[in-house]
């Protein structure tokens, strides 16, 4: 762990957040990345920060906030447009406690920070390190994890940042903002015309022109400046000299408290400005919502969540190819299993046939012993065995006298080697005559081979006889 200290350049800012869950020391690196530096100081010195809550809390992963709007879709940098991203070699996202930008995309920075609550790798190279949380602030900050969150990762009771202290400002040349006021015109009061008074209609006109007349010129004398009691009774003892206010410090109170009716007239008209517009704007994204298809934006932790979808899909492509595997495999062995009984069976049945086989070669032998080899035993036993064939066949022709009826009406099987029928049956040749044989001297018409080239038959004969012919040569 102290490696990746060392590695780390030296900090050149500091910054304090009052935070719900503690005080955060933050360090700056202002050298390596100047830029969202200067922006994370000046938006803090102008109080951007202050009442914004941790809107999103990835557990393990990331805490994020600076957003005003505190939804995640509000914040604008001081330079009037997202600035580009700021890498550097030895800033790397290899434990928590760092300090980096979010954006929804590549060169799309605006106010909107998050804290790394554990290493994450897969964010390199797309998010700016811009500072890390110092000494034992950094378990004040690991506290944001302890939160429960919706579905959509945000806080259920989020956190907020009460405060920010600039401790230590890398940028002196900084100079806050001022709130830009709406001027507004002098709403312009029409005078009312007096009307001119006719004395001529009166009986006694001339008398009423006259005071009219006097009334007039002491409202002219008297209506630039009130007088008072000093003013009246200057010869008074009793009276105090001196004025009670001094009328260019009543002036000037009288002026400020308009300016600061004004101020807030027009802070609560830029208000009121800022809320109908955000509500147009939330209107106008639902209203584009319903009407158009969601369009997948990159927001922080995207790769991580793609990552665990692309596992999930991975585990369910291995499962799929394990069940058809195993199916496979059930089905190979049924396979294998019924081919193996019909071997089986068919190895009976030639087991069957063989033994049969056997059982009649050693019948034959046992009979084969059985003879005599040579001498008078053997005369003896030959002419047994013929006189034992004569008395069969005899046998045979008297049961054959016997039973010709009943021969007659059953059916008898040809492959039956146990039927001696054939024993009385008679060895019966046709009589074709006497053959004489051929002279070739005296030829008939046997002899000779009518050849009709008119024929059907030898017409075609003799064109499949030309095609081969042409085909070979």
Same mark, same amino acid.
């Given at each position: 762990?102290?490696s990746?200290?060392?590695?780390?350049p030296?900090?050149?800012g @500091?910054?304090l957040?009052k935070?719900t869950?503690?005080d955060?020391d933050?360090?700056l690196?202002?050298k390596?990345?100047p830029?969202? =530096?200067? /922006?994370f100081?000046?938006? =803090?010195?102008?109080g951007y920060?202050?009442g914004?809550?941790f809107?999103r809390?990835?557990?393990?992963?990331?805490?994020?906030?600076?957003d005003? #709007?505190g939804?995640g879709?509000?914040?604008e940098?001081?330079?009037?447009?997202?600035f580009?991203d700021?890498?550097?070699q $030895?800033l790397r996202?290899?434990? $928590?406690?760092?300090?980096?930008?979010? #954006?929804?995309?590549?060169?799309?920075?605006?106010?909107?920070?998050?804290?790394?609550?554990?290493?994450?790798?897969?964010?390199? /190279?797309?998010?700016?390190i811009f500072?890390?949380?110092?000494?034992e602030t950094?378990?004040?900050?690991l506290?944001?994890?302890?939160c429960?969150?919706?579905?959509?990762?945000r806080?259920m009771y989020?956190?907020k940042i009460?405060?920010?202290?600039i401790?230590n400002n890398?940028?002196?040349?900084?100079?806050?903002?001022?709130i830009?006021?709406?001027?507004k015109?002098p709403?312009k009061?029409k005078? @009312?015309?007096?009307g001119?008074?006719n004395?001529?209609?009166?009986?006694?006109?001339e008398e009423?022109?006259e &005071?009219?007349? %006097?009334s007039?010129?002491?409202?002219?004398?008297?209506?630039?400046k009130?007088?008072?009691?000093h003013d009246? !009774?200057?010869?008074?003892?009793?009276?105090? =000299?001196a004025p009670?206010?001094?009328?260019?410090?009543a &002036?000037k109170s009288?002026k400020h %408290?308009?300016?600061l009716s004004?101020d807030q007239?027009?802070m609560q008209?830029?208000? /009121?400005?800022?809320?109908? %517009?955000?509500?147009r /704007?939330k209107?106008?994204?639902?209203?584009?919502?319903t009407?158009k298809?969601p369009i997948t934006?990159y927001?922080?932790?995207?790769d991580k969540?793609d990552?665990?979808k692309?596992k999930a899909?991975e585990?369910?492509k291995e499962?799929?190819a394990?069940k058809k595997?195993?199916?496979?495999e059930r089905?190979s062995?049924m396979?294998?299993?019924?081919?193996?009984?019909?071997e089986?069976?068919?190895?009976?049945?030639?087991r069957k046939?063989?033994?049969s086989?056997?059982?009649?070669q %050693?019948?034959?032998?046992r009979?084969?012993?059985a003879?005599?080899?040579k001498?008078?035993?053997?005369?003896e036993?030959t002419l047994g065995?013929?006189?034992?064939?004569?008395k069969?066949?005899?046998?045979?022709?008297?049961?054959?006298?016997?039973?010709v009826?009943t021969? #007659?009406k059953e059916?008898?099987d040809?492959?039956d080697?146990?039927?001696?029928s054939?024993?009385?049956? @008679?060895?019966e040749?046709e009589?074709?005559g006497?053959? !004489?044989a051929?002279?070739a001297?005296?030829k008939?018409d046997d002899w000779?081979e009518?050849?009709d080239p008119?024929n059907?038959?030898?017409?075609?004969?003799r064109?499949?006889s030309k095609?081969?012919?042409?085909?070979?040569?």
């Open positions: 762990m102290s990746i200290y060392i590695q780390e030296p900090t050149s @500091k910054v957040l935070t869950v503690g955060i933050v360090e690196w202002a390596e990345t830029k969202a =530096c200067r /922006n100081v000046q938006l =803090c010195m102008e920060y202050d914004t809550i809107h809390v990835v557990k393990g992963f990331i805490a994020q906030g600076g005003p #709007n939804d879709t509000g914040g940098s001081i330079y009037g447009s997202p580009r700021e890498f550097h $030895r996202f290899a434990r $928590r406690g760092l300090l980096a930008m979010a #954006n929804a995309g590549k060169d799309d920075n605006a106010s909107q920070f998050f804290f790394t609550l554990a290493p994450a790798p897969e964010l390199q /190279n797309k998010h700016t500072g890390k949380v110092t000494g950094l378990f004040n900050m506290k944001l994890e302890e429960e969150t919706d579905d959509d990762d806080p989020p956190q009460l405060k920010v202290e401790l890398p940028f002196p040349d900084i100079i806050p903002r001022a830009k006021k709406d001027f015109e709403v009061v005078e @009312k015309k007096k001119v008074k004395f001529k209609l009166l009986s006694f006109g009423a022109e &005071d009219e007349v %006097e007039t010129s002491a409202n002219q004398k008297y209506v630039t009130g007088k008072s009691s009246m !009774l200057k010869d008074d003892p009793t009276l105090d =000299c009670a206010v001094v009328q260019e410090q &002036d009288t %408290e308009d300016s004004d007239s027009e008209d830029e208000e /009121n400005k800022l809320t109908t %517009e955000f509500v /704007n209107l106008k994204a639902k209203t584009d919502k009407k298809l934006t927001y922080l932790g995207k969540q990552e665990r692309r899909e585990i369910r499962y799929r394990l595997g195993i199916a496979d089905k062995r396979v294998a299993d019924t081919q193996k009984i019909k089986d069976e068919e190895k009976s049945k030639k046939v063989i033994d086989f056997h059982e009649e %050693e019948t034959y032998k009979l084969a012993q003879v005599p080899k001498g008078a035993s053997r005369e036993f065995l013929l006189a034992k064939f004569q069969k066949m005899n046998e045979a022709r008297q049961k054959d006298d016997e039973d009826e021969t #007659n059916d008898i040809d492959d080697d146990k039927d001696e054939w024993l009385s049956h @008679k060895l040749f009589d074709k006497t053959v !004489l051929k002279d001297s005296t008939g000779f009518i050849y008119r059907p038959l030898t017409k075609r004969r064109e499949e095609k081969i012919l042409s085909q070979r040569r």
